[in-house]
């Protein structure tokens, strides 16, 4: 996400290297391109017009610090901004004292309301809390049967019913209650376009519960539209916050940046991809710092800590520090990498996401991994254990065996060497390898071969 106009900023701020007071004109260079940058982006014209007086009013004539370059200085102000502007949010759900928590769904036909309520009660079960999913969109049976479908994959509770929408909402807080759920979030209606008898429908659910909070599910990929829609919401029903799905595969970004400009309400949560775990707390401060290139360590520790299975790691572990990594280990390591989400989502919130990305450019890191673990199965137990070695022939059977090149495997099989030289040189095996374990980064670059 991001992609373009990170690319676009990171190299305005480049050009103001060295620069020891910031004139007038420098600004005013640097932030003509920061403005297409962002209309390229697809941000609303008028909030590109508001960012640009308030960066130039914090910039022009400024001494910069002894302790910042130029540069530095203006990623502080711009970084400033962009959390100002992306509505500093930092929360995730909002749950009431007095249980249950409704959570009202609303939005377009097509949006991903249904993946979103069980993204959302995934949400509400890593905070403490158990989640009921409604289905209340009636007029498309199919929606009902795939939340049914999600639910009891992610094994969420599940309600729906027949009859008047608002009926079925209340007894589905009533069958909360008997579950013991004290979150209840509700998959509502939608249309190809706002119309009257939505927005009734809608009225009607809110008067018939207790509603904690509303929030629009609005598809990152249709741009500025989510912005109109937005609005067209808050103003029919009134919503208390925005999900923004598809938001992994929109490399421009506007929609985030603009609504909560032209809604009042800000991006509480992101859609990074299809799976259900594929859910992040929209944090402002986070996401302004990968737009800007400087990544998102902290949201990548907190999926890692989510996803990652602490004893196969524990495993890998040991075995990097008696010196010998299996073909298993890397098998494992690749996993727990998919584990963790798209890997464009993974670099996206690794400092200097732009180079890698630049790195990477003329690959497919996801179908570079799908071949890793291909080639790795298609090994025999004793060749995945490095008790055999794998000769020309070898890897031919292993390349043909996993619908592989032959220079896929010896890929692979010089990334794995690679890894234990490091190993080596750096003393992880041994006594005092955990100690000396931070001085060793592969890096994604020699994970797909660069």
């Known amino acids: 996400m991001f992609e373009n106009l990170s690319d676009r900023l990171g190299s305005v701020l480049k050009r103001l290297t060295g620069r020891g007071v910031l004139r007038p004109d420098d600004v005013d260079a640097a932030l003509r391109e920061v403005r297409m940058a962002l209309l390229e982006a697809d941000v609303n014209y008028k909030v590109v017009k508001e960012f640009g007086e308030r960066v130039r009013s914090q910039l022009v004539g ?45 939005g377009l036909q097509g949006s991903g309301k249904t993946t979103a309520a069980v993204k959302l009660a995934l949400q509400a079960r890593r905070d403490g809390h158990r989640s009921m999913v409604v289905g209340l969109d009636l007029r498309r049976p199919a929606a009902v049967e795939q939340l049914r479908v999600l639910a009891q994959r992610e094994k969420v509770d599940f309600h729906t019913g027949q009859g008047e929408v608002e009926d079925i909402a209340r007894q589905a807080l009533e069958a909360a209650g008997r579950a013991n759920a004290d979150v209840v ?15 009734h429908e809608l009225r009607q659910i809110r008067s018939a519960v207790p509603v904690t909070e509303s929030l629009l599910v609005a598809d990152a990929m249709t741009g500025q539209e989510a912005v109109t829609v937005g609005k067209a919401f808050h103003e029919a029903v009134g919503i208390d916050g925005v999900f923004l799905t598809k938001l992994d595969g929109d490399a421009r970004g506007g929609a985030a940046l603009s609504l909560k400009h032209a809604t009042g309400q800000t991006v509480r949560f992101a859609g ?96 570079e991994v799908k071949k890793m673990e291909a080639i790795i199965l298609s090994m025999t137990a004793k060749e995945r254990a490095g008790r055999d070695s794998i000769d020309g022939s070898r890897r031919r059977r292993i390349a043909a065996g996993s619908g592989t090149q032959v220079t896929d495997v010896n890929r692979l099989l010089k990334a794995r060497e690679q890894m234990q030289q490091l190993v080596r040189q750096f003393g992880l095996a041994g006594p005092g390898g955990r100690r000396r374990r931070g001085r060793v980064d592969g890096g994604l670059g020699r994970l797909f071969g660069g």
Not at 275 to 293: Q, T, W
Not at 297 to 324: P, Q, W, Y
Not at 341 to 352: E, L, Q, R
């Open 272 to 367: 990074v991809g299809e799976k259900p775990a594929d859910l992040e707390v929209f944090h402002a401060d986070r996401m302004a710092s990968r737009i800007l290139g400087m990544g998102d360590m902290l949201s990548l520790i907190e999926k890692a800590e989510r996803t990652v299975d602490r004893e196969e790691a524990a495993k890998v572990e040991r075995n990097l520090r008696a010196g010998h990594l299996t073909f298993d280990d890397f098998l494992v390591q690749v996993r727990q990498l998919r584990s963790l989400g798209s890997i464009a989502s993974v670099i996206d919130m690794m400092p200097g996401a732009g180079q890698l990305r630049g790195q990477l450019a003329d690959q497919d890191p996801e179908a």
């Open 185 to 199: 979030i509700l998959d509502t209606g939608g249309r190809q376009a706002i119309d009257q008898e939505l927005m």
């Open 62 to 106: 400024v001494e910069v610090s002894q302790n910042l370059t130029a540069p530095q200085q203006v990623v502080k102000v711009v970084h400033e901004e962009l959390v100002a502007l992306l509505g500093g949010n930092d929360r995730g759900l909002t749950y009431t004292d007095r249980p249950p928590t409704v959570v009202l769904l609303t």
